[in-house]
C-alpha cells in the first residue's frame, strides 16, 4: 500500500525567504535609480524656476531705473536701456545671488556682463569665488572620488545635453533662450561644458509699458544641483552599505539555518550508510528497536524539518526491518533444523534396520518430514514477499461485511461434517467499506477462521460479526474452543508459534498464519488482538480497520 503524503505548501517558508532575500536588494537598485533621476531633474526644475523668478524681479529693476527714455518728438524714436546705468543696477542686484547675468539690447548687443568689470578694451574677466568652508575629510573625499568615478562625472539627465559655447564676441542670438526674451518670451536651457558641469539658463525680457528693451539672460553653473546629488548619492552609499552589511548577517542566518542542518543530516546518512546505529529506547513487539541517529529537526516547521522527520521515520523503519530479518532468519533456521533433523536421523536408520516394516514406517517419517518441509518453505516464501506485494498493490474501497458474508457461505459449504462452522452475524447488505488490498485481508479472515475451526469442537459454530465504530469497521470472530491461556494472548502472533490441538498431526501447519494476518493488519494502518470471551468459553479476535 502506499503511504500517505503530507500537506503540500504552495509557498514554503523557505521558498518566501529566497524570494526575499533577492527581491530586496533588485528593489533598492531600481528605487535608488529612479530615486536619484527624479532627484536630479526635480533640483534643475527648482533651480530653473528660481532663476525666472530673480530674473523677473532684476529685469523689473532695469525697466525702471536703468532706461534712457527719449525726449525726441519723433514716432519712431524709442526708449532705450543705458549701457552704464545698467552695469551698475546688474551688478549691485545679481551679486548677492552669485550668478552671472548678461544684458543684451533689443538689437541683441551684449551691454553688460557681470563677470566682466570695465568695458571695451578695458574690461577685466572676473569669477566669483566660492565662500570658504570646512574642508571634506579624507574618508568623505575619497568616498565622492568613487562616487564620480562610478557615475562618470555625468548624470543621467545629463547624457542628451548639448554642450555650453561661448564666443569671444558674444550675442543674443548665441543663445536660443536669448532670442525667446527679446520676443518678449521667458526662455531657458540646460547644457554641459566641457568639463562636465551643469549650466542652467534663463533668459526674461527687460521691458517698458509692453516695449522690449532688451534681454536678461542668467546663468548658473549648477554646483548646487551636484552639491545636492553628491550629498544624496552619499546616502544611498551609506545606506547600500548597511544594506550589505545586513544581507551578509541574513546570509551567514540562512547558512546555519539551511547549510548546517543539512550538513549533520548528510553525516548522519553516512553514518547509516556505514551501518552505525544506536538506540532510541523504542519498543518493536517484545524487543527494543533501533534506529539510526538522525538529528531531530521536525520543530522547524520548513522542509528541513519534514526531511529530518521522513529520514527519521524511514531509518526507524529500516532499522525495525533488519531487525525483523534478522530475527525471520533465525527462526526460520530454527523451524527448518528440525525437520531437517528428524529427516536425517530416519534415513540414517532405515539404511541400518533390515526389518521392511519398520524400514516401512521410517519412510513415512520421511515423507511428513518432505511435506512439512515444503509447507514450510511454501509459508516463509509468501511471508517473505509480503511486504513487497502490499507496498506494490493499489488499495481500492471494498465493503468488508459483503465480503465476510460471501466468505462465510464459502468456508461453511465446504466445511467437512462435524467440523464447526462459521455463521455471519454482520448487518445483511453490507454497507461497511474499507480501503485496502481484499484479497489480502480475506487472507486474514481465512486464517484466523481456520484458526477457530481447528480449536473448536465438532459442530460448534464460528460466530463472524462486523460493526462500525466511529472512525473503525470491527471485525470480531469468535469460536467455542478451550481459549488462550492468558499468558499467550501476544505470543500467537509470533512466527512458528507452536502450540496446536492435542488432535492434531505434528507439522499440519507452520505457525505462521497468525503472524502474517498480522502483518497484513497492520499494513493496512489497523490492529488484530486475542481475547477470551467472558459469556462463554472460547477465544475471540477483533480486526479493527480504518473506515474508509
Same mark, same amino acid.
Not at 30 to 50: K, N
Not at 216 to 226: A, I, K, P
Not at 452 to 464: E, L, T
Given at each position: 500500500?502506499?503511504a500517505?503524503s503530507?500537506?503540500?505548501?504552495r509557498?514554503?517558508p ?6 526575499f532575500?533577492n527581491? +530586496?536588494?533588485?528593489l533598492?537598485?531600481a528605487a535608488?535609480v529612479?530615486?536619484l533621476?527624479d532627484?536630479?531633474?526635480g533640483?534643475?526644475a &527648482?533651480?530653473?524656476?528660481s532663476?525666472?523668478?530673480?530674473g523677473r524681479? /532684476?529685469a523689473?529693476a532695469?525697466g ?5 527714455? &527719449? ?7 524709442d526708449?532705450r536701456?543705458?549701457?552704464?546705468a545698467?552695469r ?18 533689443y ?6 556682463d557681470?563677470r566682466?568689470?570695465?568695458s571695451?578694451s ?5 569669477d566669483?569665488?566660492? %565662500? ?7 574618508l568623505q ?9 562610478l557615475?562618470g562625472g555625468?548624470? %543621467? ?6 554642450l555650453?559655447r561661448?564666443r569671444a564676441q558674444?550675442?543674443a542670438r548665441?543663445?536660443e533662450?536669448?532670442v525667446a526674451?527679446? $520676443?518678449?518670451e ?9 568639463t $562636465?558641469?551643469?549650466?542652467?539658463s ?7 509699458f509692453?516695449q522690449? *528693451?532688451?534681454?536678461l ?5 549648477g554646483r548646487s544641483?551636484e552639491?545636492s546629488?553628491r550629498?544624496?548619492?552619499?546616502d544611498?552609499l551609506?545606506?547600500t552599505?548597511?544594506? *550589505?552589511?545586513i544581507? +551578509? *548577517?541574513?546570509?551567514?542566518?540562512l547558512?546555519?539555518t539551511i547549510?548546517?542542518p ?5 553525516r548522519a546518512?553516512?553514518r +547509516?550508510?556505514?551501518?552505525g546505529?544506536?538506540s532510541i529506547?523504542g519498543t518493536?513487539?517484545a524487543?527494543?528497536?533501533?534506529a539510526?541517529?538522525?538529528p531531530?529537526?521536525?520543530k ?7 526531511l529530518?522527520a ?10 525495525r526491518?533488519?531487525?525483523?530479518i534478522?530475527?525471520?532468519?533465525a527462526?526460520v533456521?530454527?523451524e *527448518?533444523?528440525?525437520?531437517l533433523t528428524?529427516l ?5 536408520t532405515?539404511?541400518?534396520v %533390515?526389518?521392511?516394516?519398520?524400514r516401512?514406517?521410517?519412510m513415512a517419517i520421511?515423507l ?6 515444503d509447507?514450510l518453505?511454501t509459508d516463509?516464501?509468501g511471508?517473505?514477499?509480503l511486504d513487497?506485494?502490499?507496498?506494490r498493490a493499489?488499495a481500492e474501497?471494498f465493503?468488508?461485511a459483503?465480503?465476510?458474508e460471501?466468505?462465510?457461505e464459502?468456508?461453511?459449504a465446504?466445511?467437512k461434517?462435524?467440523q464447526?462452522?462459521p455463521?455471519?452475524?454482520g448487518?445483511?447488505?453490507?454497507g461497511?467499506f474499507v480501503s485496502?488490498?481484499?484479497d ?9 477462521i481456520g484458526?477457530a475451526?481447528?480449536?473448536?469442537p465438532p ?7 462486523v460493526?462500525r ?5 470491527? +471485525?470480531? /470472530? ?5 481459549g488462550?491461556p492468558?499468558?499467550k ?7 512458528f ?5 492435542a488432535?492434531e498431526k505434528?507439522?499440519t ?6 503472524s502474517?494476518?498480522?502483518?497484513i493488519?497492520?499494513a493496512?494502518?489497523g490492529?488484530?488482538?486475542?481475547s ?5 468459553q472460547g477465544?475471540r479476535?477483533?480486526?479493527r480497520?480504518?473506515a &474508509?
Amino acid at each position: 500500500m502506499a503511504a500517505r503524503s503530507g500537506p503540500r505548501r504552495r509557498f514554503s517558508p523557505l521558498t518566501r525567504r529566497i524570494l526575499f532575500l533577492n527581491m +530586496v536588494p533588485l528593489l533598492l537598485l531600481a528605487a535608488s535609480v529612479l530615486y536619484l533621476d527624479d532627484f536630479r531633474r526635480g533640483l534643475i526644475a &527648482a533651480e530653473m524656476e528660481s532663476l525666472t523668478t530673480q530674473g523677473r524681479i /532684476i529685469a523689473a529693476a532695469l525697466g525702471e531705473a536703468a532706461v534712457s527714455i &527719449a525726449e525726441s518728438d519723433d514716432e519712431e524714436a524709442d526708449d532705450r536701456l543705458a549701457p552704464d546705468a545698467s552695469r551698475q543696477v546688474l551688478r549691485r542686484l545679481v551679486e548677492p545671488a552669485r550668478l552671472r547675468a548678461r544684458l543684451y539690447d533689443y538689437d541683441g548687443t551684449l551691454l553688460a556682463d557681470t563677470r566682466s568689470l570695465g568695458s571695451g578694451s578695458f574690461s577685466v574677466d572676473i569669477d566669483i569665488l566660492l %565662500p570658504p568652508g570646512t574642508p571634506p575629510n579624507v574618508l568623505q573625499h575619497a568616498l565622492d572620488t568613487a562616487i564620480d568615478l562610478l557615475t562618470g562625472g555625468i548624470g %543621467p539627465t545629463d547624457l542628451d545635453l548639448p554642450l555650453y559655447r561661448e564666443r569671444a564676441q558674444t550675442n543674443a542670438r548665441d543663445y536660443e533662450e536669448a532670442v525667446a526674451a527679446l $520676443g518678449g518670451e521667458t526662455g531657458s536651457a540646460v547644457r554641459r561644458d566641457g568639463t $562636465g558641469q551643469l549650466s542652467i539658463s534663463v533668459a526674461v525680457p527687460v521691458q517698458r509699458f509692453r516695449q522690449v *528693451l532688451g534681454a536678461l539672460l542668467l546663468t548658473s553653473d549648477g554646483r548646487s544641483v551636484e552639491t545636492s546629488l553628491r550629498a544624496v548619492r552619499r546616502d544611498i552609499l551609506h545606506l547600500t552599505a548597511g544594506v *550589505l552589511a545586513i544581507t +551578509v *548577517l541574513i546570509s551567514l542566518y540562512l547558512a546555519g539555518t539551511i547549510a548546517r542542518p543539512i550538513r549533520r543530516l548528510a553525516r548522519a546518512a553516512e553514518r +547509516v550508510r556505514l551501518g552505525g546505529r544506536t538506540s532510541i529506547g523504542g519498543t518493536l513487539g517484545a524487543g527494543q528497536a533501533l534506529a539510526t541517529a538522525i538529528p531531530d529537526l521536525s520543530k522547524r516547521g520548513d522542509e528541513i524539518g519534514d526531511l529530518s522527520a521522513s529520514l527519521r521515520a524511514m531509518t526507524e523503519a529500516l532499522a525495525r526491518r533488519l531487525d525483523s530479518i534478522d530475527r525471520f532468519a533465525a527462526d526460520v533456521a530454527h523451524e *527448518l533444523k528440525n525437520p531437517l533433523t528428524s529427516l536425517k536421523s530416519a534415513v540414517e536408520t532405515a539404511a541400518r534396520v %533390515p526389518d521392511p516394516a519398520v524400514r516401512e514406517k521410517l519412510m513415512a517419517i520421511v515423507l511428513d518430514d518432505v511435506q512439512r518441509l515444503d509447507r514450510l518453505i511454501t509459508d516463509i516464501s509468501g511471508a517473505s514477499r509480503l511486504d513487497a506485494e502490499l507496498s506494490r498493490a493499489d488499495a481500492e474501497t471494498f465493503d468488508v461485511a459483503a465480503l465476510l458474508e460471501g466468505l462465510c457461505e464459502a468456508l461453511a459449504a465446504v466445511a467437512k461434517e462435524g467440523q464447526a462452522k462459521p455463521v455471519y452475524e454482520g448487518p445483511a447488505g453490507g454497507g461497511l467499506f474499507v480501503s485496502g488490498v481484499a484479497d489480502r485481508l480475506t487472507q486474514v479472515f481465512r486464517n484466523v477462521i481456520g484458526n477457530a475451526q481447528s480449536f473448536s469442537p465438532p459442530g460448534a459454530d464460528i460466530r463472524v460479526g462486523v460493526s462500525r465504530d466511529r472512525a473503525w469497521i470491527v +471485525v470480531r /470472530i469468535d469460536d467455542e474452543g478451550p481459549g488462550i491461556p492468558e499468558d499467550k494472548l501476544e505470543a500467537i502472533f509470533d512466527r512458528f508459534y507452536s502450540e496446536r490441538p492435542a488432535n492434531e498431526k505434528f507439522g499440519t501447519h507452520s505457525g505462521l498464519g497468525l503472524s502474517i494476518s498480522r502483518q497484513i493488519v497492520e499494513a493496512h494502518g489497523g490492529m488484530i488482538a486475542a481475547s477470551n470471551r467472558l459469556d462463554k468459553q472460547g477465544a475471540r479476535f477483533t480486526i479493527r480497520l480504518p473506515a &474508509a
